[in-house]
T-cell receptor, first 110, second 110 residues
Framework: DVKVTQSSRYLVKRTGEKVFLECVQD?????MFWYRQDPGLGLRLIYF???????EKGDIPEGYSVSREKKERFSLILESASTNQTSMYLC?????????FGPGTRLTVT | EDQVTQSPEALRLQEGESSSLNCSYT??????LFWYRQDPGKGPEFLFT???AGEEKEKERLKATLTKKESFLHITAPKPEDSATYLC???????????FGTGTRLQVTL
């Protein structure tokens, strides 16, 4: 079974803080993704990576950056958290197009 | 721009009452259509991949079908444990990313 883990299930941060969300997959997948999910808007792609140190912007990259130093680990960074970044963040890794998701991190920015 | 529309937004069924969920899509060069199940507060769980019109996949009480414009997820004799949000996504062209619909929230009551 594919296993994708995320560093925190719940996180509360203050406006302006730098926030790191970590994702680890154990299946040696090349592609990894970060999404946010909001009611009525569905899943929106923030960034994805198709190889170590390679990244591409998704549909809503503003205010976010990513890091992929090792194949199994993909980090999402909020440089200066804002209240409109309060959301559920989901990481996924993929093989042959099929994406496998982690449990999600519910981030609240106050 | 790839578009995915799911209907209905919400569906309430009684146990045993079969029905279908719809996913209509507009893409250039469909490579795959994916169905996921998502329970509240959790990451989406992969169900099926469909690649070409006419293809069908089954798993327990669920059956997914694909035409050139839409996909259906048929639920036969549902049980309360089938209650969840069902998400549809498409992969198109040479991209590795998926475009998701906003989901159908299914509730099955006794």
């Amino acid at each position: 079974d594919v296993k994708v883990t995320q560093s925190s299930r719940y996180l509360v941060k203050r406006t302006g803080e730098k926030v790191f969300l970590e994702c680890v997959q154990d299946m040696d997948h090349e592609n990894m993704f970060w999404y946010r999910q909001d009611p009525g808007l569905g899943l929106r792609l923030i960034y994805f990576s198709y190889d170590v140190k390679m990244k591409e912007k998704g549909d809503i990259p503003e205010g976010y950056s990513v890091s992929r130093e090792k194949k199994e680990r993909f980090s999402l960074i909020l440089e200066s958290a804002s209240t409109n970044q309060t959301s559920m963040y989901l990481c996924a890794s993929s093989f042959l197009g099929e994406q496998y998701f982690g449990p999600g991190t519910r981030l609240t920015v106050t | 721009e790839d578009q995915v529309t799911q209907s209905p937004e919400a569906l309430r069924l009684q146990e045993g009452e079969s029905s279908s969920l719809n996913c209509s899509y507009t893409v250039s060069g469909l490579r795959g259509l994916f169905w996921y199940r998502q329970d509240p507060g959790k990451g989406p769980e992969f169900l099926f991949t469909l690649y070409s019109a006419g293809e069908e996949k089954e798993k327990e009480r669920l059956k997914a079908t694909l035409t050139k414009k839409e996909s259906f997820l048929h639920i036969t004799a549902p049980k309360p444990e089938d209650s969840a949000t069902y998400l549809c996504a498409v992969q198109a062209g040479t991209a590795s990313k998926l475009t998701f619909g906003t989901g159908t929230r299914l509730q099955v009551t006794l």
